[in-house]
Nanobody, 125 residues
Framework: QVQLVESGGGLVQAGSSLRLSCTVS????????VAWFRQAPGKEREFVAA????????YYADSVKGRFTMSRNNARDTVYLQMNSLQSEDTAVYYC??????????????????WGQGVQVTVSS
C-alpha cells in the first residue's frame, strides 16, 4: 500500500524559507502525478503545485509562483517543495498527494487518492 510521509514544516518568520519533503513507500512516484496542497484554518484545501508525469511539467498556483519550487529525486522516491519568501498567508497544513488526474484536473484534490498526513507550516509576520 502506498504511503506518503511529509516532513520539514515548522515556524518561521516572514521572508524566510522552508523545504518540505514527501517520501513514498510501498510504491513509486514514477507513474503518478504528484501534488502539494495546503489547508489554512477555516479554509478549503487548495492546490499549491503539481508535477505531471506525462509531460514532465510542473504547475503552480498563482499565489506561489516565483516563490515555491517543486522538485523530485526519483532515486529516493522523494519530492520537495522549496518555499522562499514565505508570507503569513502561506500558513497552513501542507499535504502531498499522488494520483493520475488528467491534465485539466491536475489542480483538483478529488483526483488524488493517496495522501500524506500533512505538515504544519506557520509563518509569523
Amino acid at each position: 500500500q502506498v504511503q506518503l510521509v511529509e516532513s520539514g514544516g515548522g515556524l518561521v518568520q516572514a521572508g524566510s524559507s522552508l523545504r518540505l519533503s514527501c517520501t513514498v513507500s510501498g510504491g513509486t512516484f514514477s507513474s503518478y502525478a504528484v501534488a502539494w496542497f495546503r489547508q489554512a484554518p477555516g479554509k478549503e484545501r487548495e492546490f499549491v503545485a503539481a508535477f505531471n508525469w506525462k509531460n514532465g511539467n510542473t504547475y503552480y498556483a498563482d499565489s506561489v509562483k516565483g516563490r515555491f519550487t517543486m522538485s523530485r529525486n526519483n532515486a529516493r522516491d522523494t519530492v520537495y517543495l522549496q518555499m522562499n519568501s514565505l508570507q503569513s498567508e502561506d500558513t497552513a497544513v501542507y499535504y502531498c498527494a499522488v494520483g493520475r488526474p488528467v491534465l485539466s484536473a491536475l489542480r483538483d484534490d478529488n483526483m488524488y487518492y493517496h495522501w500524506g498526513q500533512g505538515v504544519q507550516v506557520t509563518v509569523s509576520s
